[in-house]
């Protein structure tokens, strides 16, 4: 698919994965909507790819709403690369014998796996409206997994839960929306040399990266955002879930 002139919506874009995907992305001449709640480092990014930054919050409507007429402004929405998400670890079943906070769980599933498909729904909508490409096609979603949807460790049920969920989503959703010309696919990362990690100690980010397969080591933002744009630009991929992991297998903890 060709996306020089196109407009991109890439949610979580204000950090990690989102971030070098906003920037990739801009290297083909996309215009980038950067969604995200992290006000400072959105504005930073969308500044730094000549794009747009919307303070929205996946799970609402009118806000993500608000992020796809702005980009659907700026060119034909043609790319929406889903990278919001959060992993706060809790226990089926705590040491102290209390049971997973209901809330918390909840709130894992409505950022993560509602607030994925909250911007399937309304970015679909801009895309069908598109005039067609080659091949009909008018559009291309990522979607991001992760490896905990197929090896959930210790501590992640309602993580691997919201991650499986999107997994589950890629190809009913690629099925909907073939007769728009709009192919889904989703990449499920495994460990990532991402904000999320960065709080560790070196020792203990080592000991994760050992426990990948080949090459030893973490995988890093650059890596996630050069799949995405394969995936966005390659015609024939749809309907597909990607581990991009290193061979990586998850042990319990």
């Known amino acids: 698919m060709e996306i020089a002139g196109t407009a991109a919506l890439v949610t979580g874009g204000a950090s990690g994965l989102g971030a070098a995907t906003a920037r990739r992305l ?3 001449g996309v215009k980038i909507v950067v ?7 959105g504005e930073a990014v969308a500044d730094q790819v000549g794009g747009m930054y919307v303070h929205a919050d996946v799970t609402d409507a009118d806000q993500v709403q608000a992020g796809v007429n702005a980009a659907a402004q700026m060119g034909p929405l043609r790319i929406l690369v889903n990278c919001a998400g959060v992993a706060p670890p809790a226990r089926t ?3 102290d014998g209390e049971p997973h906070d209901l ?8 950022i993560n796996l509602v607030g994925t498909f909250n911007c399937v729904r309304l970015a679909a909508v801009a895309m069908a409206k598109n005039d067609p ?3 009909g096609e ?13 090896d959930g460790q210790i501590g992640q049920a309602a993580y691997s839960a919201s991650k499986g969920g999107i997994v589950g989503l890629t190809l009913p959703i690629a099925r909907d929306l073939s007769s728009v010309g709009v192919r889904v696919n989703t990449i499920a990362p495994g460990i ?17 990266a050992e426990q990948v397969l080949f090459p030893k080591r973490l995988g890093t933002t650059e890596e996630f955002a050069d799949l995405a744009h394969f995936l966005v630009t390659h015609s024939y991929m749809n309907g597909e879930t990607i581990r991009m992991d290193g061979g990586i297998r998850m042990a319990p903890k």
């Open 192 to 208: 990532m040399d991402t904000p999320m990690l960065a709080g560790l100690p070196e020792p203990a980010k080592e000991s994760l």
């Open 93 to 95: 079943l705590s040491r």
């Open 26 to 28: 801009a290297v083909d």
């Open 35 to 41: 969604v995200d709640l992290q006000d400072d480092l």
């Open 103 to 110: 809330r918390h769980f909840e709130q894992v599933i409505a």
């Open 138 to 150: 008018r559009g291309a979603i990522v979607n991001t997994a992760s490896v905990a949807a197929f």
């Open 133 to 135: 490409l080659d091949n």
